[in-house]
């Protein structure tokens, strides 16, 4: 079968035969996007003219012209319209002829020939036209089928060009804007898609898809339906029916070992809770699944659920004779009542249904979603309620999505019908959340997935509800005191033990100073940890990689506060005055880690003075006093290295004489893990060693102490700082949960959820944290990167002010004139001056970088480049010419100006300033730029200590090549490839760039093909997500076929023989 991908050919699909010129490809793949949205629009209830298709002036063929007119018209006849062969003629003279002659045809065929738009030939059996097992595909050989519908085949396939890589192919003849829509919804829980291409001229959509082993939902269920009852596992039902082909990890993963651990009901909510989350993810960015059910809900091998088949679901308005009633009632036992409703009324009237909006699209799945669960805690199946309708009749499908709609008018009747199959009770919990997802009513239910999921884990913890209704008083009250298991043991002894004393003395005799005692205990801590001033927590400023370090003089302040707060430093020991003892239990623990952090900071700094034996012996009185009776093993080697400072003799043993008592390994892994971080401080080349082993440092501790509140946050900072969002956000979204009046806590996780691409979450703990401390900068900044890559500039300019306003670093020029960007020209700040202002009576009132905070420049400089690059994939190719709103590059551009009028040489902005210059074809402003940022010292430390910061190099790599500037793209891509190779950012990045630098030159100057092909080898052997990259570069179109010619070759020859593995040349570094 001949394939042609989307418009972005690859090392990945072979091109058989004669290719069409670039600038052909490049039509053919606009007019199929324009069919498809075209089709799209339609479907969701917009009406959109053929001729908002044509109005750019495309180069498309009169034949094409005709055909978009044509299928116009379809559609229009599709959804109950009555288009008049007239008006068309009128709106389109130019085309009469051929227009004319088509819709002369059209109505000399019987409505039963005509297929909707964009499908097969009714005349043409569907089986027909797809592939069977042991056909080959391009690169793609087809192993066995492993799932099947009425217009679509799944195969497991291996790829001989890759190694025989196994992957799942999908084969419709039905072509869906899937793939374009997933790459908006990219999330943990969704399937991610490879690739897709046209089959066959067109006849077939492929698409591919990662293999992660295990089982479809539907799988595994039907295999529990025949087990035996008390005997089923979850995840040994999944083994039994997984693929094969997958090899086996036992319980190796992160998600087996949870799920291994959890009961099946439990299992259950945290696979739907998570699917659910990913629902919610999907509607985030305008993507309604439509068809959740256990055949598109993957199990992979290790455990993790994955949504399936976005945007298939059937139109059943269409539901044509002789159509698949197996697929219709299939989807009918899992459809929400409103769209039966609404379906079976629109459909019975002659019309279509109107298309929802994505709040009631979204509200649908999450229902969906909920059948999924009560099927899987069950085994009932609802397709008992949706009985198929006989083939080819219409009457009986709308009579099958009636009845179908009628048992689901209570929730309460779904779910004991599902009970009296199984023969048991739900827990009451899962129950009452069931009952509530399953309403009838759509604004009585969950409104969003997050909030289903929220219940569900809610439910696994025995915490309240937060949604859902709780069963009963009783019930709320027996999972409080689950929760408290401990606690109420405890309190039942004290309770007895009163009693008996209550028959000798004076009931509640001394009882209230004890109460006012904690009181002021937890007041106390709370002014300690929460108050805005306390700068117990450090701030992790967006784009940043890591919480700015703090100097030795800030350091002993915070140290020094929290010790005498709590008299540490004072005689006698600490631990039993009232503000500490009268604490709970857990308060006290992670209180006594705090204090002894401080004085291990403290001692650490003052250990580093030179010839300073006053300031050693105060360290080392401070670490006693600190750890009292306690032999921590940081605190024990910081006492000896100080004592050895001072040469006094007296050592440890000395100490210990004088009597220890044991230490809880917790509190070891603890302050293990923040003297590692502070040795990573102190010697930056060996900072990320030094992170990796505090980070497992802490994990000890967690094992030991779930709960412990230090615990998470420190492991939430490292977790951090190592790239690892989720982790960080899981930490400290703990760490709010226990200290939910903290603002600063709110806009570190802001931060993580900001990482996370989760916006609106990361707006709202904003939101929270501007509104507890509405005078902190800093909040107002994170807010500012959450809006740069929205569309609401108003807010992000408020913001932007906001933040300078409170900082007060801001020269007094650009506070004359507050309207900034929104009165420029919409020329990218084309009239913005670049440059600091002379020194005369409007010199800025504060111009020296030495008044700035450390890192401020550099954020807001990172702000600038988020805000220019707003809408590009941050995991993929860079899109220099993705269309740019004027006033967005205008802000960018008033930013970089206030960067460098106070800082000139800050080498960030100097960066988005040759960025800027070259998008106004600023030819010389732009090399000098280039100049200056090539001959920059700075350059290599600077990146060696951010990464991150290199994105902005590889930008202005290809918008110089974009913009016919290739010796100074070459000449700056070749000196991010020297850095790389340095061990300064991603090797496999660097050579990405200088490929699509070179395959851009190569347009006017063939000689840079094999130079290019040999750069992008070298980047996919270093990170294989570079092949993707490839695939979706525009970048790459224009030389591709030459391109995969000399990719061929270097194949063959580098390794001297044709059926040799090419070697990598370079392995790629993070």
Wanted: charged fraction near 30%.
């Amino acid at each position: 079968m001949g394939v042609t991908t989307d418009g972005g050919s690859s090392m990945l699909l072979t091109t058989p035969g004669a290719a069409e010129s670039p600038s052909s490809d490049d039509l053919s793949r606009e007019f199929h996007e324009a069919l498809a949205d075209l089709a799209d629009r339609w479907e969701r209830g917009d009406s959109p003219p053929a001729e908002s298709y044509l109005r750019d002036g495309r180069g498309w063929s009169p034949d094409r012209v005709v055909e978009l007119i044509y299928r116009e018209y379809r559609l229009a006849l599709a959804a109950g319209l009555a288009p008049a062969k007239s008006t068309y003629l009128a709106r389109f003279p130019e085309h009469r002829r051929s227009l004319e002659r088509l819709l002369d045809l059209d109505a000399a065929f019987p409505e039963s020939f005509l297929d909707r738009p964009g499908g097969h030939d009714d005349g043409v059996d569907a089986d027909d036209l797809l592939p069977l097992a042991g056909d080959e595909i391009g690169p793609y050989v087809l192993e066995r089928e492993i799932g099947r519908g009425g217009f679509a085949r799944v195969f497991l396939a291996r790829r001989a060009d890759l190694e025989d890589r196994p992957v799942v192919i999908k084969v419709t003849t039905k072509p869906t804007r899937e793939p374009w829509l997933l790459a908006r919804a990219r999330h943990p829980n969704i399937v991610e898609i490879l690739t897709h291409a046209e089959v066959d001229d067109g006849a077939l959509q492929l698409i591919a898809m990662p293999f992660l082993g295990g089982a479809a939902l539907s799988t595994v269920l039907e295999r529990r339906r025949h087990a035996r009852p008390g005997r089923s596992r979850f995840l040994d039902d999944l083994d039994a029916v997984s693929a094969p082909e997958f090899p086996k990890t036992g319980d190796s993963g992160p998600t087996r070992a949870i799920l291994r651990r959890m009961t099946d009901p439990h299992a259950f909510a945290w696979t739907t809770a998570r699917l659910a989350e990913a629902l919610d993810h999907a509607r985030r960015r305008g993507v309604a699944h439509g068809d959740v059910k256990p055949s598109n809900i993957l199990i992979a091998a290790d455990g993790t659920p994955m949504l399936l088949d976005f945007n298939l679901a059937q139109d059943w308005s269409h539901v044509e004779p002789g159509g698949s009633a197996a697929d219709a009632g299939g989807t009918l036992a899992y459809m929400a009542p409103e769209r039966l409703l609404t379906l079976a009324t629109a459909s019975a009237g002659g019309g279509r249904p109107s298309p929802p909006d994505d709040d009631r699209a979204h509200r649908a799945d999450v229902y969906s979603l909920g059948m999924v669960l009560l099927e899987a805690l069950t085994g009932w199946s609802p397709a008992a309620d949706a009985d198929a309708p006989r083939p080819g009749r219409r009457s009986a499908f709308l009579e099958a999505a009636r009845r179908c709609a009628a048992t689901r008018e209570r929730a309460v009747w779904v779910v004991r019908r599902a009970e009296a199959a199984a023969g048991r009770k739900l827990p009451a919990g899962l129950r009452a959340i069931l009952t509530y997802d399953l309403q009838a009513d759509p604004s009585a239910r969950h409104a969003r997935g997050l909030e289903l999921a929220e219940d569900l884990d809610r439910w696994r913890a025995d915490r309240p509800l937060a949604f859902a209704p709780e069963p009963s008083r009783g019930h709320a009250l027996a999972k409080w005191a689950r929760r408290r298991r401990r606690t109420l043991t405890t309190a039942a002894v004290v309770l007895a033990f009163a009693a008996t004393l209550a028959a000798a003395f004076v009931v509640g005799r001394g009882g209230e100073p004890e109460a006012e005692g904690r009181r002021q205990a937890l007041h106390t801590l709370a002014s300690a940890y929460d108050e805005p001033d306390a700068r117990v927590f450090a701030f992790q400023r967006p784009g940043e990689a890591a919480p700015a370090r703090r100097g030795d003089s800030e350091t002993t302040a915070v140290a020094l506060r929290a010790l005498r707060q709590y008299d540490v430093l004072d005689d006698g020991d600490w631990r039993t005055r009232a503000s500490v003892r009268l604490l709970p239990d857990a308060d006290r623990d992670d209180l006594e880690l705090w204090l002894m952090e401080q004085a291990l900071r403290y001692g650490r700094v003052l250990a580093l003075r030179p010839d300073s034996p006053k300031d050693w012996r105060r360290a080392r009185t401070t670490l006693d006093r600190a750890r009292g009776e306690r032999r921590p093993v940081a605190l024990r080697q910081l006492r000896e290295r100080l004592t050895a400072q001072i040469g006094d003799g007296a050592s440890e043993a000395e100490a210990e004489a004088r009597g220890a008592g044991s230490t809880p390994r917790w509190i070891d892994a603890y302050l293990d893990g923040v003297a590692a971080e502070i040795d990573g401080e102190e010697n930056p080349k060996s900072a990320p060693a030094a992170v990796r082993r505090a980070s497992a440092r802490y994990q000890d501790l967690l094992a030991l102490r779930p709960d412990s509140f230090w615990g998470r946050y420190r492991s939430a900072v490292v977790a951090f700082t190592l790239a690892r969002w989720g982790e960080a956000a899981t930490h400290m979204e703990e760490c709010v949960r226990r200290r939910p009046g903290n603002a600063v806590l709110r806009g570190y996780y802001a931060s993580c959820l900001l990482k996370l691409d989760r916006d609106d979450e990361a707006l709202d703990q904003c939101n929270q944290a501007i509104d507890s401390a509405p005078d902190r900068a800093e909040f107002v900044q994170t807010r500012a990167f959450i809006r740069a890559e929205g569309s609401a500039l108003d807010g992000l300019e408020q913001d932007i002010r906001r933040y300078e306003l409170l900082r007060s670093v801001l020269p007094r020029r650009f506070l004359q004139a507050p309207s900034g960007p929104a009165d420029e020209s919409p020329t990218t700040g084309r009239n913005l001056p670049l440059t600091p202002a002379p020194p005369d009576s409007d010199r800025p009132a504060l111009d020296e970088p030495a008044n700035v905070a450390p890192g401020e420049l550099d954020a807001r400089a990172v702000l600038a480049s988020r805000i220019r690059e707003a809408g590009s994939d941050p995991d993929g190719p860079l899109r220099p010419h993705l269309p740019l709103d004027p006033r967005r590059l205008a802000l960018a551009a008033f930013e970089v100006e206030k960067i460098l009028a106070l800082d000139p040489a800050n080498l960030l902005a100097q960066v988005d300033r040759m960025c800027l210059a070259i998008c106004r074809d600023r030819a010389f402003e732009a090399k000098e730029g280039l100049d200056r940022v090539l001959a920059d010292p700075r350059l290599a430390d600077y990146a060696r200590f951010a990464p991150e910061r290199l994105d902005a190099l590889h930008y202005a790599c290809i918008l110089f090549a974009s913009y016919n500037r290739f010796d100074e793209a070459h000449k700056l891509a070749r000196k991010v490839l020297d850095l790389a190779l340095a061990g300064v950012g991603s090797q496999g990045r660097a050579n990405y760039t200088m490929a699509v630098v070179e395959a851009i030159g190569a347009v006017s100057n063939r000689k840079w093909i094999a130079v290019a092909a040999k750069h992008l080898k070298n980047a996919v052997d270093a990170n294989p997500k570079y092949e993707r990259w490839f695939q979706r570069d525009p970048a790459f179109d224009p030389v591709r076929i030459e391109l995969q010619a000399a990719l061929d070759a270097a194949g063959i020859l580098e390794a001297g023989r044709p059926d040799a593995r090419p070697v990598p040349l370079l392995v790629d570094v993070p």
